[in-house]
């Protein structure tokens, strides 16, 4: 299992103020919006991501952090066998994502995913 990218989330209480403070003073650009989540990037280097959220769709908490991985059914069996909770169980999201949240041992909720 190897990790592809992480994205910090950050809670937002305006999607559209957050989202133009970024756009001004980083020069990000939205790369993604569900109304309830805006991911941005940095446009001369797409990798560089940070995503805006209300809340979650499915999920009761706002993650800290989004890390994508190659093997997302790994990543779930290795959490379990650890006996790390699961905050919100593998599920295919209807957005094109299988995922599932873990919280770490600092109480840290992660958001860990496949597209």
């Known amino acids: 299992m190897t990790v592809r990218r992480v994205v910090p989330d950050l809670a937002s ?4 103020e957050a989202t133009r ?10 790369v993604m919006d569900h109304g309830w989540i ?8 797409p990798e560089v991501q940070l995503s805006l959220m209300t809340h979650d769709a499915t999920a009761g908490v706002i993650p800290v952090a989004s890390i994508q991985v190659d093997d997302v059914d790994a990543a ?10 699961i905050v919100h169980p593998l599920t295919d ?18 958001n860990v995913l496949s597209h």
């Open 13 to 16: 209480a305006s999607l559209a």
């Open 21 to 30: 403070f970024y756009t001004r003073v980083l020069g990000m650009e939205v």
């Open 38 to 45: 805006v991911t941005m990037a940095q446009p001369d280097n």
């Open 76 to 85: 779930y069996r290795e959490a379990v066998a650890s006996g790390a909770e």
């Open 93 to 110: 999201e209807p957005w094109g994502v299988r995922r599932f949240f873990v919280r770490d041992p600092d109480g840290n909720v992660v």
